[in-house]
T-cell receptor, first 115, second 113 residues
Framework: DGGITQSPKYLFRKEGQNVTLSCEQN?????MYWYRQDPGQGLRLIYY???????QKGDIAEGYSVSREKKESFPLTVTSAQKNPTAFYLC??????????????FGPGTRLTVL | DAKTTQPNSMESNEEEPVHLPCNHS???????IHWYRQLPSQGPEYVIH???SNVNNRMASLAIAEDRKSSTLILHRATLRDAAVYYC??????????????FGTGTKLQVIP
């Protein structure tokens, strides 16, 4: 089945450690995105990528890093510089079209807890 | 960025229609209106989108005001599985063709059996 996978579903880390969240898609989508969601809040864009080897900062990129070496993969690293890393992280992908319509497909999310 | 305003929460009885409102008074002519919903502890899923005309699909209907400053998502018969947070968002075109999306806090829909 086509879709987006994120692993792991739950992740615990000690404060001061870097951690990498996985996101893989087999939808052949060009664009991929990372969002952060805090309890009772909406989604905030961390990074996005429209093409392999290129990515752009979103609204809250500080303390995060990404790479896009393959079309299917867009891992997110939460660094020790991120002040408040405990959150629900969502990865999404979409096609880029010229008619301003491109539905985003979301993964199941990774809930990161920093102790 | 054009923003949307939605009520924080709404209630509906099961099997009854639900009208979820969204205001987007600063919408521009090329912004599409999209609706997503998010079930607890899951990623959001696409519901429907539109530009100017009303739209129907198997999940819902979207009614767009003539001036496009507001829209309403209509669930024709609410079920318990429709209990979720519903996000109204605008697809804003920016340089390079990437369409930035901003998710607000959405409307939490509670369906009462």
């Amino acid at each position: 089945d086509g879709g987006i996978t994120q692993s792991p579903k739950y992740l615990f880390r000690k404060e001061g450690q870097n951690v990498t969240l996985s996101c893989e898609q087999n939808l052949n989508h060009d664009a991929m995105y990372w969002y952060r969601q805090d309890p009772g809040q909406g989604l905030r864009l961390i990074y996005y990528s429209q093409i392999v080897n290129d990515f752009q900062k979103g609204d809250i990129a500080e303390g995060y890093s990404v790479s896009r070496e393959k079309k299917e993969s867009f891992p997110l690293t939460v660094t020790s510089a991120q002040k408040n890393p405990t959150a629900f992280y969502l990865c999404a992908s979409s096609n880029l079209t010229s008619d301003y319509y491109n539905e985003q497909f979301f993964g199941p999310g990774t809930r990161l807890t920093v102790l | 960025d054009a923003k949307t305003t939605q009520p924080n929460s709404m209630e509906s009885n099961e099997e009854e229609p639900v009208h979820l409102p969204c205001n987007h008074s600063t919408i521009s002519g090329t912004d599409y209106i999209h609706w997503y919903r998010q079930l607890p502890s899951q990623g959001p899923e696409y519901v429907i989108h539109g530009l100017t005309s009303n739209v129907n699909n198997r999940m819902a209907s979207l009614a767009i005001a003539e001036d496009r400053k507001s829209s309403t998502l209509i669930l024709h018969r609410a079920t318990l599985r429709d209990a979720a947070v519903y996000y109204c968002i605008l697809r804003v075109a920016v340089a390079g063709g990437y369409q930035k999306v901003t998710f607000g806090t959405g409307t939490k829909l509670q369906v009462i059996p």
